[in-house]
């Protein structure tokens, strides 16, 4: 029997939906390019991608309608925010008006995350779309540091003008993340801890993750979220606080002297798959359960072929339902060396 959706009679709601561990969906990541201006180690290595790597084809990106009736179905299942994310999303043509589309979606709260470099030029034009709020990644305050880290040349000072014009734009709270890897940029947690320090932007770490082929990762590589707060902590002291919501990924701290918050996200030694709430969209429509998984569902040949707001609904719900990803759970010595999915597609 076919579903009631609200979109049909506009009155019937549907019941959130469920994975096989009991897990609600509530967070949903969008893929809205896979290319990318910078070359992060971690990341998209120019060794691996290099610049004129076959990136997809333009006809198979999802269009902006596509995405948003996806995005609609997902909202009214109980997904209450969104973020748009690549590849680098600032580099998607017209990513503004996939923005309005979105931010017309009652009760979800729209974000993005950004390597800063095209910022102070969109900022302004992203809040009037409707974009709520933007988080930066920043992996070091040396500048010799952060161009080796985004292999393309971009300055610390192009990523700080970023963050000030979307500040004054009115996209903050503005989180900071730093991806934590040692012997690269681990000497530069306390730079950029003394240089937000009162500011009002969140800056996170992020501990180094086993995601996609590319990187290399080793787990000797990975700083643990514990190392780091005993690093901040020496020279600022820290109190925990507590969660926004349930289920959310960086643990919050504060320094004791009032000067602000930080927050600390423990993928790999404090793995949070139980509350786990996201879904990826990948550029071309296929869905991922995890950001480790090794197969997306494919949803545009559903959307492309005809198929209606029922019937989507049915395939979204069952790809939800069967869910039983905990990879970080899980993860052992053997599974980062397994072909994954790079991050620069499914989106971080
Ligand atoms: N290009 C945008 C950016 O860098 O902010 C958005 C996409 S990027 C894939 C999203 C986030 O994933 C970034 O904050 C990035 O630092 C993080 N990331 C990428 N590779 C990672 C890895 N191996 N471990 C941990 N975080 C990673
Ligand atoms: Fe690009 Fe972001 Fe990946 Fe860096 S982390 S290579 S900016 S997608
Ligand atoms: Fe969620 Fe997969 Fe990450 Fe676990 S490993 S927190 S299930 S995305």
Redesign the pocket.
């Known amino acids: 029997m076919a579903l009631a959706l609200p979109y049909n009679d506009g009155v019937t709601p549907l019941p959130p939906l469920l994975d096989s561990l009991g897990r609600p969906v509530r967070d949903l990541r969008i893929s809205v390019t896979d290319h ?5 180690v ?3 290595p120019k060794t691996v991608f290099g610049r004129d790597y076959p990136f997809l084809p333009r006809t198979d990106l999802l269009s902006f309608e596509e995405i948003t009736r996806i995005a609609q179905l997902f909202a009214a299942r109980g997904v209450s925010k969104i973020r748009l994310t ?3 999303p600032l580099l998607r043509h017209g990513i503004e008006k996939l923005i309005e589309l979105l931010a017309a979606i009652p009760g979800v709260e729209l974000t993005l ?1 950004t ?1 800063g470099a095209l910022l102070a030029q969109k900022a302004a034009a992203l809040h009037s779309a409707g974009l709520q709020r933007v988080t930066v ?1 920043l992996d070091a305050l040396d500048d010799t540091v952060f161009k080796q880290m ?1 292999d393309a040349g971009c300055s610390v000072a192009k990523v700080f003008e970023g963050i000030e014009v979307a500040n004054a734009a009115g996209l903050a709270p503005i989180k900071i993340n730093m ?1 934590v890897k040692r012997g690269t940029n681990d000497h530069e947690i306390l730079p950029l801890v003394r240089h937000f320090r009162g500011s009002g932007h969140i800056l996170r770490f992020i501990e180094y993750m086993d995601a996609g082929s590319s990187n290399g990762w080793k787990l000797d590589e990975v700083v643990p979220s514990a190392e780091v707060l005993r690093i901040i902590g020496a020279e600022f002291p820290l109190e925990p606080i507590d969660a926004n919501y349930p289920g959310e990924v960086a643990a919050r701290w504060r320094y004791q002297d009032g000067t602000g918050e930080i927050g600390v996200i423990s993928s790999v030694t404090q793995a949070f798959c139980n509350s786990c709430t996201r879904i990826r969209l990948s550029t071309e429509g296929k869905l991922y359960t995890c950001l480790f998984a090794t197969e997306g569902h494919d949803l545009r040949d559903l959307l492309r072929g005809g198929s209606n707001d029922n019937e989507l609904d049915a395939a979204i719900a069952g790809i939800w339902q069967s869910r039983q990803n905990r990879y970080s759970l899980l993860r052992v010595a053997a599974t980062p060396t397994l072909k994954k999915i790079e ?2 597609y499914i989106g ?1």
């Not at 990318?36 to 992060?40: D, G, I, K, Q």
């Open positions: 990318c201006n910078f070359r992060c971690y990341c998209m690549g590849g680098e995350t390597n990644s985004n991806v991050m620069s971080g």
